[in-house]
C-alpha cells in the first residue's frame, strides 16, 4: 500500500494523544506539521513521536504551547536525524 510521508496537522485541535490506532498508518512519516495546535500536550507529542517511528527528519512545532519546548533536547538526543523547526516564536 502507499506509505503516508508528510501530514500537515496545524492549525487543528489535536492534543497527539490516544492516536495510537494510526501506528500502521504513521510509521514511515518523514514530515510531520503541528504548528499553531494550541491544545497539542508534552504527553500527546510523546505519543505522536513513537507512532511516527524512526524515518522523521522534520517536526514543525511552530505556535504550540510553550510547555513543549520542555521537551526539545529529549527530543533531540533521543532522535539525532531530527529537525524541529520553529517558524514563529511560541505565543502562550
Same mark, same amino acid.
Given at each position: 500500500?502507499?506509505?503516508?510521508?508528510?501530514?500537515?496537522?496545524?492549525?487543528?485541535?489535536?492534543? !497527539?494523544? !490516544?492516536?495510537?490506532?494510526? #501506528?500502521?498508518?504513521?510509521?514511515?512519516?518523514?514530515?510531520?506539521?503541528?504548528?499553531? $495546535?494550541?491544545? /497539542?500536550?508534552? #504527553?500527546? /507529542?510523546?505519543?505522536?513521536? #513513537?507512532? $511516527? !517511528?524512526?524515518?522523521?527528519?522534520?517536526?514543525?512545532?511552530?505556535?504550540?504551547?510553550?510547555?513543549?519546548?520542555?521537551?526539545?533536547?529529549?527530543? #533531540?538526543?533521543?532522535?539525532?536525524?531530527?529537525?524541529?523547526?520553529?517558524?514563529?516564536?511560541?505565543?502562550?
Amino acid at each position: 500500500g502507499t506509505e503516508l510521508k508528510s501530514l500537515d496537522l496545524s492549525y487543528t485541535q489535536i492534543t !497527539g494523544e !490516544g492516536l495510537s490506532v494510526l #501506528q500502521d498508518k504513521l510509521n514511515k512519516l518523514e514530515t510531520l506539521d503541528l504548528s499553531y $495546535c494550541n491544545r /497539542l500536550s508534552c #504527553q500527546g /507529542l510523546t505519543e505522536l513521536l #513513537q507512532i $511516527c !517511528g524512526t524515518g522523521l527528519i522534520s517536526l514543525e512545532l511552530g505556535f504550540t504551547p510553550a510547555s513543549i519546548r520542555t521537551l526539545e533536547k529529549e527530543i #533531540q538526543l533521543s532522535r539525532p536525524n531530527l529537525s524541529i523547526l520553529y517558524s514563529f516564536e511560541n505565543i502562550f
